[in-house]
C-alpha cells in the first residue's frame, strides 16, 4: 500500500520528506494507520484530523480547512474519479509510506498447505518479473473507476 498527500491544485506545496507537514493542517480516517514510524512521527509533530469518511476530507480540503488529504494512492484516485473531483486534486510525488500487503491463512484452514502457498509464491513471483502484476492494476482500476458511483 502506498500512501500519498492529495491536495488541491489551487493549494500545492512542495513535500520531500515528513518534515515538510509541520505547520500544515491535514485530515485522513479515522483510525489510518501508515506505518509505525509515520503514525510515531505524526502524533509527535503533525496536526492530523481524523473524520469518519474520506469524502469528508476532500470537502475540508476544497474548503480550505485542510491543506491535504492523506490516503492511500489508487484509493483517492478511485474516490476521487466517483466524486467527480479528480481534477480538483493533485497526488503529490513523494509517498507518505509505502507498506507492503500480505496474504493470510488460517492455521486451522485445510488450504493452509505448504504446496498451496508455494504456488502463490511462484505465481506472484511470475506476475511481478513479468510487469503483468501492473498491467493487471491498471486494467481493474480502469474497470472499477468506469462503475457507477
Known sequence: MTAHLQAPKDQVFEYRHWPDLKGKHGSTLINNSFGQGFDLYAENNLQ?????TIEQSFEMALAGRVDYVLYEQLQG??????????????????????????????KNSPCNTYEFRERIADRLYTLINSGRLDELV???????MSLPP
Do not use: C, M, W
Open 138 to 144: 491498471r486494467e481493474y482500476t480502469a474497470r472499477y
Open 77 to 106: 484516485q478511485v474516490k476521487l474519479q466517483h466524486l467527480g473531483l479528480a481534477d480538483k486534486f493533485v497526488a503529490l510525488a513523494v509517498p507518505i509510506s509505502n507498506e507492503g500487503l500480505f496474504f493470510t491463512f488460517s
Open 48 to 52: 492530523i484530523v481524523s473524520v469518519r
